[in-house]
């Protein structure tokens, strides 16, 4: 055996904790990168360096002190070593010479293997060639059908196609040069789609701009139709009721109403909206698009409500009216029919501009207006246009308000229209009574007016108590009731009856009665005019009833509401007390008629020495007159009427006679005068008592005649030739012969009185008894009057 050999220490220079760490790490197959780097950032590479040094020398002696360890078993293993060298050469040498027949016989079968093994790639490529054609045929087929989809002009199915490209076969298409070619059309052919329905779309924005006013006159006239159906369906109902209420028997009749489909007649294509909607939807841009519409159908509207100065309202109004009405209708039909595309907020957004602009625009356009027909037409229009929108479901408050809110001032245009008709029938008329040679002119003139005073046909040539003036009337009356009535009507108000008859009452009272008062007051009015007048001034009074009865037909008010005690005009009354006015107007036209014969008093000898045996030529006049002024009254006043014009000219008569004693040119007046006097009123009374009767005065008036209106006039003359003229004093016999006689008025007379002329020795040849008797009487009355003085 040997002895083991002495190890050696091997002398480090260092830190020794460090040097094993180091070891340690290495040892163990550490990375020693963190130690490197710690190092090099501690600026100390050297020590590092100079500690691997130390390992590797430390290392090197274990591997001395190993090998010295087992240097004998590794001598052993070196010589089997050799001999496994050995062993290998001979077998390398065998596997060399199997090697070289194995390579001989396989040569010719690796060559049939590499065949074998290209045919296999080749198929393969051939097959996956196949597959990618077939990819690349469907896709292009795909291709080829949207094109002829685009070019047919079906965009829906030329973007499903696209859709189904882009969806299932883009990403499996092998070729990527074909990939990327359709990567690139796909949106190039959306945009083209897109463009194309927009440019579509647009082309329908402007026919359906030019179309809107045909579909707004459209859908007008179908409400003008409705309307004019309502008004003969009241028409029919008016005239069933008149004849049940005139007794005429029961009216059974039938309404056929005719079904129109609205839809069918307002025709407007809206395919192009509902294509373009569809197709933004399928691009996913129908935001976009719904913008779109909702601007340009607002720039439209904004467009249409524009007017042209150039053009008057009156002939523009339908048209402006119509294009509004006709973008609305559209508008209506794309809310329920285009899925979306508008919302109700901006529907009802739209029309609140709308309305707002027309109601402005009618204000503005009524407010310069000065005749009433334009201010009718127009608003006649305007509610057919309320009424057809209102069928699609627009709120047309505000329009009726703004046509309401000119009642007054179409009104009061009307009645200043009346007021100059009126002007012109009154100045036209003759003042004649009317002479009716036709039947037509009857039922013209009196029965469509109800102004006949018997049921039964009268005798023509007919006259009537009224002149031209009434009928005219009438039909202005009339008139005014239909306009008033047209323009009340399809408004605001649903029961315009008691608006009608206040604005009736108006046109009565300050057109029609103060052009009559106006009439009657009028300097160059004579007798027979102003009888005349007042003539149809009753006519009229009495056809208040009428009037009243058309205007409450025409709103469709039953009869028997009008019928009622209290609803009568208040223009009756004021037309009675104008009737009134008139009569005593025609009283003072009669007196100072009567005044011109009574004139001639001043030329009666009131000193007359023979007794007279007639009356007074004047008297003979007067009478005349009378006679012919009653009896052309009979013909045309009522009977009141006529006693009381009979009765005021009497009493006038009669007041005129008393002041003849009394006037200053009247000295003095004998016996003789005054029986002159006596003849005078004796031929009155006959008169006044033969037509009291004989015009059938005494009918209506029991209580009292005619000839009572000569009371102070016969008082008078009674009393003057009165055998005891001082019993006047007497209050009894005063109370019961003389009560129409004033004191001072007698005292006066009485002064005046003479019995027999003043003339030498006159008192001493003719006087008798009883004339001084009589004279005495006189004295005594004149004295007693004079003390009661």
């Not at 965009?155 to 499996?172: G, H, S, V």
């Not at 001639?600 to 007074?616: D, R, S």
């Amino acid at each position: 055996m040997q002895a083991k050999p002495k190890r050696r220490t091997v002398t480090e220079n260092g830190d020794g904790g460090e040097d094993l760490v180091l070891a340690t790490s290495i040892g163990n197959g550490e990375d020693l990168a963190p130690i490197v780097r710690h190092a090099f950032e501690m600026g100390r590479p050297e020590a590092l360096l100079v500690q691997l040094k130390h390992v590797v020398k430390k290392k090197e002696v274990e591997i001395e002190e190993l090998c010295k360890l087992h240097y004998e078993e590794f001598i052993l293993a070196v010589d089997e070593l050799r001999g496994v060298l050995v062993d290998a050469e001979d077998l390398k040498s065998e596997l060399s010479s199997d090697n070289f027949r194995l390579q001989e016989v396989g040569s010719s079968l690796l060559m049939k293997l590499e065949e074998l093994l290209e045919s296999y790639s080749i198929k393969k490529n051939v097959t996956e060639a196949i597959e990618m054609s077939k990819m690349c045929v469907q896709v292009l087929d795909l291709c080829v059908k949207c094109n002829l989809h685009i070019s047919e002009g079906r965009f829906y199915p030329a973007l499903k196609t696209l859709d189904l490209i882009e969806r299932n076969y883009l990403q499996t298409v092998p070729v990527k040069a074909l990939r990327k070619l359709i990567e690139q059309k796909i949106p190039a052919i959306k945009l083209h789609i897109e463009k194309k329905v927009s440019s579509e779309f647009n082309d329908w924005l402007v026919h359906i701009r030019s179309k809107a006013r045909e579909i707004g006159q459209i859908a007008i006239g179908q409400a003008s139709s409705a309307r004019q159906r309502d008004e003969d369906l009241r028409a029919r109902q008016r005239e069933a009721e008149e004849q049940i209420r005139s007794g005429l028997g029961d009216c059974v009749y039938s309404l056929d109403i005719e079904e129109i489909d609205e839809d069918s007649v307002l025709k407007f294509d809206l395919t192009p909206v509902y294509r373009a909607y569809h197709i933004h939807t399928c691009l996913g841009i129908q935001e976009q698009f719904c913008q779109y519409y909702y601007k340009n159908r607002l720039l439209q509207l904004n467009s249409d409500s524009q007017l042209s100065s150039a053009q008057p309202f009156l002939e523009s109004h339908q048209t402006f009216f119509a294009q509004i009405a006709g973008y609305f209708i559209v508008e209506d039909r794309v809310l329920r029919t285009a899925g979306g595309l508008l919302s109700t907020n901006q529907v009802e957004t739209v029309w609140e501009t709308a309305i707002t602009k027309m109601t402005s625009i009618l204000e503005e356009h009524f407010s310069r207006m000065e005749t009433a027909s334009h201010l009718l037409l127009i608003k006649d229009y305007v509610t057919l246009v309320g009424a057809t929108l209102r069928r699609y479901g627009y709120q047309v408050g505000p329009l009726l308000e703004a046509l309401d809110k000119s009642r007054d001032k179409y009104h009061e245009l009307l009645l200043e229209e009346c007021r100059q008709q009126m002007g012109v029938v009154l100045a036209n008329d003759t003042y004649e009574q009317m002479v009716m040679k036709k039947e037509y002119e009857y039922n013209m003139n009196v029965l469509s007016f109800q102004l006949q005073t018997y049921e039964q046909m009268p005798a023509f040539p007919y006259v009537a108590p009224f002149s031209s003036t009434v009928p005219d009337s009438c039909r202005i009356v009339r008139s005014f009731i239909e306009d008033s009535v047209s323009y009340l009507s399809y408004g605001g108000r649903m029961n315009f009856y008691d608006v009608v008859k206040k604005y009736l009452d108006k046109l009565l009272i300050d057109v029609l009665n103060e052009a009559l008062l106006k009439a009657i007051n009028n300097s160059n009015t004579g007798v027979s005019q102003a009888m005349q007048i007042a003539a149809n001034i009753t006519v009229l009074e009495r056809a208040c009833d009428l009037f009243l009865l058309q205007a409450a037909q025409r709103c469709g008010i039953p009869v028997r509401m009008v019928e009622r005690p209290n609803a009568c005009l208040t223009a009756r009354a004021v037309l009675k007390t104008s009737r009134d006015a008139a009569y005593e107007a025609l009283l003072r036209l009669v007196n100072s008629k009567v005044d011109e014969f009574m004139a001639l008093t001043e030329n009666v000898n009131w000193t007359v020495e023979e007794i007279p045996t007639n009356a007074n030529d004047y008297m003979h006049e007067v009478v005349i007159y009378l006679d012919t002024l009653m009896s052309t009254a009979q013909q045309i006043l009522p009977l009141d009427a006529l006693y009381m014009v009979g009765r005021g000219a009497l009493e006038h008569i009669s007041n005129t006679i008393v002041a003849a004693f009394l006037s200053d040119t009247v000295k003095r007046f004998t016996m003789n005068a005054v029986m002159g006097m006596d003849l005078d009123i004796k031929m009155l009374e006959t008169f006044a008592d033969e037509r009291f009767h004989s015009r059938g005065l005494s009918e209506i008036h029991k209580e009292g005649s005619l000839k009572e209106c000569l009371m102070e006039g016969r008082q008078l003359i009674n009393l003057l030739l009165s055998s005891q003229p001082e019993n006047f004093m007497n209050p009894v016999i005063r109370q019961r012969n003389y009560s129409a006689l004033d004191y001072k008025k007698i005292a006066s007379i009485c002064d005046k009185f003479k019995d027999s002329p003043d003339r030498l020795f006159g008192s001493l040849s003719n006087r008798n008894p009883k004339q001084n008797a009589r004279k005495k009487s006189m004295d005594m009355l004149k004295k007693r009057l004079r003390d009661f003085n």
